[in-house]
């Protein structure tokens, strides 16, 4: 009988280090478990995602522009002028028109015009160049919005979670859960971190974009100081 119980005592000790491993959690549990900890964050959370929505919706659609309205300016003007050299403004119109891009489009209104006063040329064209870069900066205030407004929405998140966790408090006459109130602060402040993340990255996507924005509007200023330099060029000097 001792002996028995040594046996029993030696497997009841060692039963804790036999008690089968909880398997960590799936790619669907943890993804679930963001949500969840994503919404409990309370009423602010829902502008802020719809603020998220909205950015990348916009990101994606400048980009789109973007790469559509990429080109090669100064060799677009050369390509113009030897057209314009020879006399085949029909075959310029036509070259322009196929590319289809802002600069192609600019340049296409000031051959339009030939024929009449350089001023009035140059007018189209500048016109045209003004018109073609409010298009590319298209929707950008937006973007700029959302990266000033999630970080603000985060902060007002936070600030009303805090003052339900100091009316519990008062309610409660200072003998509130301590744990209780934790949570209702962390709760709270999921919202400051969520409206940080998305003016981050609002501010980070509109910083590079106006760049690119940028440099497309220097290569159409250029390429449209060429054009009326050749225009204004006499046919000898070309």
């Not at 403004?89 to 009449?116: F, H, K, N």
Request: proline content about 5%; glycine content about 10%.
């Amino acid at each position: 009988m001792p002996l028995l119980q040594t046996l029993a005592d030696t497997a009841a000790a060692a039963a804790p280090a036999l008690q089968p491993v909880e398997a960590d959690p799936t790619f669907t549990e943890k993804l679930q478990g963001g949500l969840d900890l994503l919404f409990l964050g309370g009423w602010s959370m829902y502008p802020i995602v719809l603020l998220s929505i909205l950015m990348v919706a916009i990101i994606w659609e400048r980009i789109r522009a973007l790469r559509r309205a990429a080109g090669d300016p100064e060799a677009l003007s050369r390509n113009v002028a030897d057209f314009v050299g020879s006399g085949d403004i029909p075959g310029a119109v036509a070259y322009c028109r196929d590319r289809d891009t802002p600069a192609s489009r600019i340049l296409q209104r000031g051959l339009e015009r030939l024929g009449r006063p350089i001023d009035e040329i140059q007018g189209a064209v500048h016109e045209a160049g003004r018109r073609e870069a409010f298009d590319l900066e298209k929707r950008m205030d937006l973007l700029a919005s959302v990266a000033a407004i999630a970080p603000m929405l985060g902060f007002l998140g936070t600030v009303t979670g805090m003052i339900g966790a100091f009316r519990q408090i008062q309610r409660y006459e200072g003998l509130a859960n301590p744990s209780q109130l934790a949570g209702g602060i962390w709760e709270a402040l999921v919202t400051t971190a969520a409206g940080l993340a998305v003016g981050l990255l609002a501010l980070f996507a509109y910083n590079l974009l106006i760049s690119r924005i940028a440099r497309l509007v220097n290569g159409l200023e250029r390429a449209s100081s060429d054009f009326i330099d050749f225009l204004q060029t006499p046919a000898d000097r070309r």
